[in-house]
């Protein structure tokens, strides 16, 4: 069954480059930018924002389920060698709860956008800074995945496959 697989390029992939990133930055953008919408929205009284903000966490949601399955695609091909483990695993279930967090918050959102759409009520707002605090966790923690342990860099890839890394 494997020889139907597609051969593995320079970055242990069968894609040319890794999808996950470009996917989870959607995200990313997307959920910053409805809470800023919310929050601008709120303290300007401006309920355009409102539907702005709406329609970026509604798609986020989406978007995330999208990028939770590409990341577990690429982490499974990464072969991570032992010192990025943790941080991978703190990366993947922190990326696992956040699709039921902002799955929860987008439909409490709904909710409240049924009831009335030119409302929101301050506990929201806090959330919404938790939830900022939460991406942008995430986001350091996929940064040091990158950045600091390169995970599908082509030297990295080389070692693991030579055995220099384990």
Not at 30 to 55: K, P, Q
Request: hydrophobic share 50%; glycine share 6%; net charge negative.
């Amino acid at each position: 069954m494997l020889e139907y697989l597609p051969p593995l390029n320079d970055h242990n992939l069968p894609y040319p480059d890794t999808i996950h990133p470009i996917v989870v930055h959607f995200v990313i953008a997307m959920i910053l930018f409805a809470v800023l919408c919310d929050c601008i929205g709120y303290f300007t009284h401006n309920v355009r924002l409102y539907e702005v903000s709406w329609w970026n966490l509604f798609l986020a949601t989406i978007s995330i389920f999208i990028a939770i399955i590409f990341g577990q695609i690429e982490a499974g091909l990464a072969e991570p060698y032992s010192a990025v483990e943790s941080t991978l695993n703190l990366h993947t279930i922190l990326g696992w709860s956040l699709s039921g967090i902002i799955a929860a918050i987008t439909a409490w959102r709904y909710v409240l956008r049924s009831r009335d759409p030119k409302t929101l009520p301050l506990p929201f707002l806090g959330v919404g800074v938790l939830l900022t605090g939460l991406v942008l966790f995430q986001v350091y923690l996929g940064d040091m995945l990158v950045w600091v342990y390169g995970m599908h860099t082509v030297p990295v890839v080389e070692a693991v496959r030579e055995g220099v890394l384990q």
